[in-house]
């Protein structure tokens, strides 16, 4: 497939998990990737198998953004796709333990990141003059309690808002601006979450994988390729009518019960 050729496309946090999937789905349908992360070992990884290119952006620093756009924009073209997908679990537990700094630290990567992706996405694809696509990566945590922490589900909610906000704003210019809601995918985003690493951040990404196999209607775990398929048509100009959307991902979880109410695959439905 060739939806993307000619296209120069950012995607932050694609040194792993579903950016890193997205990275190599978008490359495979002819774009121009390049691959943004505070991991420079994995991200020139990726990178190199994909013949792209990788630069280190901390989010959470607006000039790394600014220069990340820039060099796109000089050093391939133009931008014609901005992927704002870094994120991390953030701070965690009860509300009533709620750390005021530790709050900040997680917006900072989850939201604050996104708006000003967009930012500065916006002004090249403005100054350029012949649209673009902005996607950002929310969460079913956005749409429903219980699915993550209470400052991630505030974040991936607020996307959802800034999201349609900006959409409506940047619809004249041509720029199309979505949002892309994961369900459990399985990804490194859980261990690194709880600070774990090698062995045991295996265990515990195996260990969620075998749950989310079982946690909503298609009985398999979302993988990050399902994610960077809904990535690529976002970007892709079939597309081309699509803006201010949130496309849910999460194999019917959110869409149909709750996941403590799931039917035993074993029972055939009684016939009428
Ligand atoms: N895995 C899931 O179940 C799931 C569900 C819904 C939404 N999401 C969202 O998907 C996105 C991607 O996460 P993932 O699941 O692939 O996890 P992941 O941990 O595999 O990937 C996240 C990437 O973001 C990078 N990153 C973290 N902080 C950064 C920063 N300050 N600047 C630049 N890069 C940074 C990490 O280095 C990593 O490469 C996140 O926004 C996450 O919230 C994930």
């Known amino acids: 497939m060739t939806r993307l050729s000619g296209k120069v496309a950012v995607i932050t946090g694609a040194a792993s998990g579903i950016g890193a999937s997205a990275a190599q789905r978008f490359a495979a349908e002819g774009a121009t990737v390049v691959v943004a992360d505070v991991d420079e070992t994995s991200g020139k990884q990726v990178a190199a198998e994909i013949g792209g290119t990788f630069i280190r952006c901390d989010v959470t620093v607006e000039s790394d953004i600014e220069a990340l756009v820039a060099a796109a924009v000089d050093g391939h073209g133009g931008l014609d796709v901005f992927y704002g997908n870094a994120g991390v679990t953030g701070i965690q537990g009860p509300i009533t333990g709620l750390d005021a700094s530790a709050f900040d630290r997680t917006v900072a990567v989850n939201l604050r990141s996104i708006a000003l992706g967009m930012k500065h996405a916006c002004r090249a694809m403005q100054t350029q003059g012949?649209?673009?696509?902005?996607?950002?990566?929310?969460?079913?945590?956005?749409?429903?309690?219980?699915?993550?922490?209470?400052?991630?589900?505030?974040?991936?909610?607020?996307?959802?808002?800034?999201?349609?906000?900006?959409?409506?704003?940047?619809?004249?210019?041509?720029?199309?601006?979505?949002?892309?809601?994961?369900?459990?995918?399985?990804?490194?985003?859980?261990?690194?979450?709880?600070?774990?690493?090698?062995?045991?951040?295996?265990?515990?990404?195996?260990?969620?994988?075998?749950?989310?196999?079982?946690?909503?209607?298609?009985?398999?775990?979302?993988?990050?390729?399902?994610?960077?398929?809904?990535?690529?048509?976002?970007?892709?100009?079939?597309?081309?009518?699509?803006?201010?959307?949130?496309?849910?991902?999460?194999?019917?979880?959110?869409?149909?019960?709750?996941?403590?109410?799931?039917?035993?695959?074993?029972?055939?439905?009684?016939?009428?």
């Open 130 to 272: 012949k649209g673009g696509s902005i996607i950002s990566t929310t969460s079913v945590a956005a749409l429903q309690g219980g699915l993550g922490p209470h400052v991630y589900s505030a974040c991936k909610a607020a996307i959802v808002g800034l999201t349609r906000s900006v959409a409506v704003e940047q619809a004249p210019f041509g720029i199309r601006v979505n949002a892309i809601a994961p369900g459990g995918t399985v990804t490194n985003l859980f261990a690194s979450g709880e600070g774990l690493e090698g062995e045991a951040a295996a265990h515990l990404t195996a260990a969620i994988a075998e749950k989310l196999a079982h946690g909503q209607p298609i009985r398999r775990a979302g993988m990050p390729a399902d994610i960077a398929a809904a990535a690529a048509y976002l970007a892709s100009d079939d597309a081309a009518f699509v803006t201010a959307q949130v496309i849910v991902v999460d194999g019917g979880l959110t869409g149909a019960f709750s996941a403590g109410n799931l039917p035993d695959p074993n029972e055939q439905p009684a016939a009428e």
